[in-house]
Every structure is written in structure tokens, then in C-alpha cells.
């Protein structure tokens, strides 16, 4: 798919012109009309965090897509401003506290949906994956690490890449520093040739409300010392989070930190891309919804911008899955179960990834699928079918919400006193409490 395209995959959900039919023709639908008693329509409260940019953009898509095979549902967007649905994720939790849910929620597939399995919060989505057939559908690794006791209870919407490094490449050239260090000691190095220029050598944020952003970051450097066999065994009870290795990555967060440019700015992530795009940053690792801003920004990818596996973890497919749920005591049970049809489609897949910067989260996608999607998602779709899949933190994949919680605290007092020794306790006693 060319810019333009993806351009105009955005703008025609914008304006409201159903994508199905005109561009993705070919591809499955979820053929599903809803109405409620008598013929009459149905409303759909859909509750998400996609507000800004990319994200909201293929929101739109979607609910283009959905329309056209649902016109008699009247969709009504919920959604919640904040990175990583930090503050959608608190006003689900009062609503569902308080017996008003939304007709169905976005979620990230793994530990995160944990709490809400626990609390009988939804519903086993298992007759929808055997009538849709999703259970041979679905890349068989994404299923094994989402599903809780054999059971599912979400959809799978996309795939997103987690472990990426965007770089300005014209800033870079300047620079005389790789695009794509190949590793961590060649990335600290490249942030400094950044910094003797004069530009920011790394976009993010350290604030209370965009801890994430370090989060994200962390993880990654994790990655790159204890390997995709390493990350996994850091999950489970009895994970080491004592080792040299744990050390190393968390001093290289300090130093890393220290070269980026007043990270106690209140700066989004979107923002923080559009600096890199704009030439006020170098890097900034993200995952790919970033590429999403670039591209509907009109930037040309290896002119403006270039991405690649974050240093050191190469060979590594660190992912996250959004998804969708059916929570129990939904109003409109049947336009949720429409909606989570479309979202399990073929078509509705592609018409929210091919502009969100995502790959579908399908075990098969034919060449001619694949001509949907740009330069960079195809590159994405080879890593995820050729590399080590693990799951992401930040993103909800392997640490249910408590857990996460802490490692926020931990990283909030690190943003303060740059103290590795200190983090790395607090991960140590995070890990007793909530390794399950």
C-alpha cells in the first residue's frame, strides 16, 4: 500500500465512505446485520482509547468497514484520551464497578484481560471462535499466549511490533550515526554523536502520566540482554530479576535517559513521534503506530524516516495484541456480537491495520492481502512469521495490571533518583509479590 493510499484509507473513514467494497474487494466480510426489536436500530458503545492521530484514524476505518455490513447500528465511540489507555483503563474499571458496562471494551490480549476474567467481568467468547472459525485462523502462537485456561475471551484485532527504533534519517546522516545501531552500546554511542549536533537524541517522556513511554523503553533494553528465552522466564514464578543481565540493561536506561533532551516535558507519544519526523529528534523507540503518524504526515520512508528491530533484539518479535471483549450485562448484546465479528473478519482487520500501522493477526495472509499494506508493515509480517515471538509488558501480553502497576511506581521514583540499584530492588520485590 503507498502513503497515499493509507492517506485515503483515512480520509474515506473520515468522511464516512465505506472501505469495504471500494478497496478491499476480495476479502472476507463479516456479513452480520443487527437490529433491535421490530426492525428497529441498535446502539453499540464501544469503549476505547484510540483518540489521537493514526490510531484514531484507523478507528474510523473500522467503523467504516463495520457500517457496511451493519448500517442499522448506530456506533457511539467512548473513547478515553491517554497513552497506553492508561486513563481509559480507570473509567472502565469505575464503570464496571458500578454494574454499567459498555456494550464491549478494547483490551489487551494476555495478562491485562486477567482481572476482568477473574471478576466474571466477561463473557467466553468460545462459540464465536468455533462459528467464525478463528481457532484455526489465528496464528496458533498469538492464541497459546493469550488464552486463559483454554479459554477464549477476547478478538484479536491486530498485531503490533513493540521492539522498534524509529530514526530521523537526515538528522542521523548529519549525525554520522546509524539509523539502526545494532546494539545497545552502539545506540548509547549514536545518542551521543546526536547530542554533539545540537538536535534531541531521543524523544520520551518521564512524567506521571507518560511512565509508559519508559516503560516501553526498558523492556526492550531487557530484551536485548536476556534474549526471547530470558524475557519469558522473567514472568513466571521463581524469575530471576537479580542477574548481571537485569543490571546491565537497567544502567543502560540511566544512561540512555540522562542523553534525552528535559524527558520530564509532558510530551504524548504521538508528539514525541512528530518530533522525530520533524527533525527535532533522532530516535525514539516505539511500537509501530508510530509509522502510522509518519505516513499520514506525508513522510517517505528511508528519505524521512527509517525503523528497525531496538538495538540488540534482533531476532526478536516482542508483540502486543488489541482486542475487544464481550462484557457481561452488555446492553446490546447482539450489536457487541456484531461488532466482534467484523472485528475477527478478514476485511474489518485490514481496514484497521492497513492505516494503524498493525499487521492482522491471522496465521495465513496471501500476497494478495499483503498488497494492502505498505513497505514497513510487510517487513513487519516477515519478522512475525520468521522470528522469536514473545509478549510485551507495557502492552498488556504478560503481567496483569497489578504487577504492572508496580513496576509504574518503581519507574516513577527511578525518573526522580536515577538509581539502576534501586529499580532493580523494587522490580526484585515486584516480581515476589505477583509472580503468579
Known amino acids: 500500500m503507498s502513503i497515499s493510499r493509507r492517506a485515503f484509507l483515512a480520509t474515506a473513514a473520515t468522511l464516512g465512505i465505506g472501505t469495504g467494497t471500494a478497496l478491499l474487494s476480495g476479502c472476507a466480510s463479516s456479513g452480520t446485520n443487527v437490529t433491535g426489536p421490530s426492525g428497529s436500530p441498535s446502539s453499540l458503545e464501544v469503549f476505547s482509547w484510540w483518540t489521537e492521530g493514526g490510531e484514531k484514524a484507523a478507528l474510523n476505518s473500522l467503523v467504516s468497514e463495520f457500517h457496511v455490513h451493519n448500517p442499522h447500528i448506530d456506533f457511539v465511540n467512548r473513547a478515553v484520551a491517554g497513552g497506553a489507555g492508561t486513563n481509559a483503563k480507570a473509567e472502565l474499571a469505575r464503570r464496571l464497578k458500578a454494574g454499567d458496562p459498555p456494550d464491549t471494551f478494547q483490551g489487551q490480549a494476555g495478562a491485562m484481560l486477567d482481572d476482568y476474567v477473574d471478576a466474571g467481568q466477561l463473557e467466553d467468547l468460545g462459540f464465536l471462535y468455533q462459528q467464525q472459525g478463528w481457532d484455526r485462523a489465528l496464528n496458533s502462537t498469538l492464541l497459546q499466549l493469550t488464552q486463559r485456561a483454554g479459554k477464549h475471551w477476547s478478538v484479536p484485532l491486530d498485531i503490533h511490533h513493540i521492539n522498534v527504533i524509529w530514526a530521523n534519517k537526515r538528522v542521523c546522516d548529519h549525525a554520522k550515526a546509524p539509523v539502526a545501531p545494532d546494539n545497545v552500546p552502539d545506540f548509547v554511542t549514536a545518542l551521543h554523536r546526536v547530542a554533539a549536533t545540537g538536535k534531541n537524541p531521543l524523544a520520551i517522556s518521564a512524567t506521571a502520566a507518560e511512565i509508559w513511554q519508559v516503560k516501553h523503553l ?81 513522510l517517505l520512508p528511508h528519505r524521512d524516516y527509517d525503523w528497525a528491530p531496538a538495538p540488540g533484539t534482533d531476532g526478536t518479535f516482542v ?22 465479528v467484523e472485528c475477527g473478519s478478514q476485511a474489518g482487520q485490514d481496514s484497521f491495520t492497513a492505516v494503524k500501522g498493525a499487521i492482522p493477526p491471522r496465521s495465513v495472509i496471501g500476497s494478495t492481502e499483503r498488497g494492502l499494506f505498505d513497505e514497513y508493515s510487510n517487513w513487519s509480517m516477515q519478522q512475525w512469521t520468521g522470528t522469536q515471538i514473545v509478549g510485551s509488558l507495557t502492552h498488556g501480553v504478560v503481567a496483569r495490571a497489578a504487577w504492572n502497576s508496580a513496576i509504574d511506581s518503581a519507574l516513577l521514583s527511578f525518573a526522580a533518583n536515577r538509581d539502576p540499584v534501586r529499580l532493580q530492588t523494587a522490580l526484585q520485590a515486584a516480581a515476589k509479590q505477583y509472580a503468579a
Open 218 to 298: 526498558m523492556e526492550c533494553l531487557l530484551v536485548a540482554e536476556v534474549g526471547p528465552a530470558g524475557w519469558p522466564a522473567l514472568w513466571k514464578a521463581g524469575g530471576d530479576w537479580g542477574t548481571q543481565q537485569v543490571s546491565t540493561a537497567l544502567a543502560a536506561l540511566r544512561q540512555i535517559l540522562a542523553l534525552a533532551v528535559n524527558p520530564t516535558a509532558e510530551v504524548s507519544w504521538d508528539k514525541a513521534s512528530a518530533m522525530v519526523g520533524s527533525g527535532e529528534a533522532a530516535y525514539q523507540i516505539m511500537g509501530d503506530w508510530t509509522e502510522a503518524s509518519f505516513t499520514l504526515a506525508g
Open 319 to 340: 508483540f502486543a495484541s488489541d482486542c475487544f471483549t464481550l462484557p457481561k450485562g452488555a446492553k446490546d448484546r447482539d450489536a457487541a456480537i456484531a461488532w466482534l
